[in-house]
């Protein structure tokens, strides 16, 4: 079992940037794909961000492709998600999620065995 807490979650106006953290602890998660999700209200949890700590390979949807990043610190056991020239659409609740398998073949179709609380993300315009 693995336990993740985010952080960084706020109130941001449209165009504004913020950066999201998530500490892994437990089991070690040096076999790890890691990642986020979001859902907005009324609508399906969708993924967001990936990486594999084997070969840092990063993966994206496309509604957020260049302009959020994801990264990590295997020595923290932690990943970031930065997030950059924020939409209302980016309103959501994000969570961290981990999987100790390997990664999926389709990251949209990605169920993962872990999950993170969630922490709360408003872009206002």
């Known amino acids: 079992q693995v336990q993740l807490v985010e952080s960084g979650g706020g109130l941001v106006q449209v165009g504004g940037s913020l950066r999201l953290s998530c500490a892994a602890s437990?089991?070690?998660?040096?076999?790890?794909?890691m990642g986020w999700f979001r859902q907005a209200p009324g609508k399906e949890r969708e993924f967001v961000a990936a990486?594999?700590?084997?070969?840092?390979?990063?993966y994206y949807a496309d509604s957020v492709k260049g302009r959020f990043a994801i990264s990590g610190d295997r020595a923290k056991s932690t990943t970031y998600l930065q997030m950059n020239s924020l939409k209302p659409d980016d309103t959501a609740v994000y969570y961290c999620?981990?999987?100790?398998?390997?990664?999926?073949?389709?990251?949209?179709?990605?169920?993962?065995?872990?999950w993170g609380q969630g922490t709360q993300v408003t872009v206002s315009s």
């Open positions: 999620a981990a999987d100790s398998r390997p990664p999926p073949l389709l990251f949209k179709t990605w169920v993962p065995s872990d």
């Open positions: 990486i594999t700590w084997s070969g840092g390979r990063t």
């Open positions: 437990g089991r070690t998660i040096s076999s790890y794909v």
